[in-house]
């Protein structure tokens, strides 16, 4: 069955420090991986989907993120975060020819000035 | 800028009652989605459909909630009798299919308080 895990829950960092979320996913197929945003009371923003292609993508407010098929994971990157990226963040994957995406439980981040 | 638009974007009502929210997805998008999202569960999938047929609705407790699309504007989400247990936000997502993937881009959501 398809899944997606973010094994943070919350993760606090100062402003100007590096960021990485973690995503894994478990799919017998070639995953189609998404990476959202959602800043307290809006809705879910795309930052970055990978499909096929260079596994390095890069996304909307300087985010980044690596497929690692080896590792099945997905993790999201910014080299220096900023205090409105507070946010939560969830991964999700779907698939060829497949309309539902599997979303994980989110990861919660808290920046510090 | 294309946008999914919600109405209401807050809802507080008693329990019995009805409830009906709104959806306009972008225009031009052939799928919408229903999602729930409360702290227990995560963000959960309601129903979905394309080209105003519902394809999936599993997601849905069959014997309070209903969903209808009637017309390409307009996807409404109802809930009769609400209960206590439906209090969450309910996002509206709208997506084109083109080739073998679908993005979807989501509303502000709905938060649904039922006392």
């Known amino acids: 069955a398809q899944s997606v895990t973010q094994p943070d829950i919350h993760i606090t960092v100062s402003e100007g420090a590096s960021l990485e979320l973690r995503c894994n996913y478990s799919?017998?197929?070639?995953?189609?991986l998404f990476w959202y945003v959602q800043s307290p009371g809006q809705g879910l923003q795309l930052l970055l989907k990978y499909f096929s292609g260079d596994t390095l993508v890069q996304g909307i407010k300087g985010f980044e993120a690596e497929f690692k098929r080896s590792q099945s994971s997905f993790n999201l990157r910014k080299p220096s975060v900023h205090w409105s990226d507070a946010a939560e963040y969830f991964c999700?994957?779907?698939?060829?020819?497949?309309?539902?995406?599997?979303f994980g439980t989110g990861t919660r981040l808290q920046v510090f000035p | 800028d294309a946008r999914v638009t919600q109405t209401p974007r807050h809802k507080v009502t008693e329990m019995g009652q009805e409830v009906t929210m709104r959806c306009q997805p972008i225009l031009g998008h052939n799928t919408v989605f229903w999602y729930r999202q409360t702290m227990m569960q995560g963000l959960e999938l309601l129903a979905y459909f394309r080209n105003r047929a519902p394809l999936d609705d599993s997601g849905m407790p069959k014997d309070r909630f209903s969903a209808e699309m009637p017309d390409a504007t307009l996807a409404t989400l109802k809930i009769q009798p609400s209960e206590p247990r439906d209090s969450a936000v309910y996002f509206c997502?709208?997506?084109?299919?083109?080739?073998?993937?679908?993005?979807?881009?989501f509303g502000p959501g709905t938060r649904l308080t039922v006392l």
């Open positions: 799919y017998g197929a070639t995953p189609y």
């Open positions: 997502a709208s997506g084109q299919k083109r080739e073998a993937y679908n993005e979807q881009f």
């Open positions: 999700a994957v779907g698939a060829y020819n497949t309309d539902k995406l599997i």
